[in-house]
């Protein structure tokens, strides 16, 4: 009767483990490319976000700037919506748009910086206490359907 000798037993057994470390280090080459995709994603959120900020910050700063001694009256124009709203409306376009030309280039700044923020969906409002409540919307990715939004609300006094 013929022994196996221990060499033939365990033939074959190097092909199963370098296969078995292939498929493992195929699944983390896999996670790692997952991670990336998930990094550049939310990398490209906050740069939104930041210049949402940004745009909502500079044109607080304008009003501010050019209110002069006119007060309200001057800070009413760039409104595009009425000026005794205190509450955003979100991003619904339902707002008519501003007539001044400082809001209109602001709008068009909006429009061609964040993706899908259309002029229509932005929004100025100012109280007659002059409080300005500042709503930019732009989408979450080319052809969503979802908005992001940033709000965000100053008192800007008449010091004439």
């Known amino acids: 009767m013929?022994?196996?000798?221990?060499?033939?037993s365990q033939a074959g057994?190097?092909?199963?483990?370098?296969?078995?470390?292939?498929?493992?280090f195929s699944i983390g080459i896999l996670a790692v490319i997952g991670m990336q995709a998930v990094a550049v994603r939310t990398a490209s959120d906050a740069k939104y976000r930041a210049d949402a900020a940004f745009l909502a910050d500079q044109v607080i700063g304008q009003m501010w700037s050019d209110q002069g001694g006119s007060g309200q009256g001057n800070l009413a124009n760039y409104a595009t919506g009425a000026t005794t709203v205190a509450l955003a409306?979100?991003?619904?376009p339902t707002l008519p748009t501003t007539a001044n030309a400082n809001g209109l280039a602001w709008l068009r700044t909006?429009?061609?910086t964040l993706p899908g923020a259309d002029i229509?969906?932005?929004s100025i409002q100012i109280t007659n206490t002059n409080q300005v409540?500042?709503?930019?919307?732009?989408?979450?990715?080319p052809g969503a359907t979802s908005y992001h939004n940033h709000v965000i609300t100053a008192r800007i006094n008449n010091n004439s």
């Open 2 to 8: 013929r022994q196996s000798s221990p060499k033939s």
């Open 13 to 24: 057994i190097a092909l199963i483990e370098a296969m078995v470390a292939i498929f493992i």
């Open 89 to 92: 409306l979100g991003c619904n």
């Open 110 to 112: 909006v429009a061609s």
């Open 120 to 122: 229509t969906r932005q």
């Open 133 to 141: 409540t500042v709503t930019i919307c732009w989408q979450t990715a």
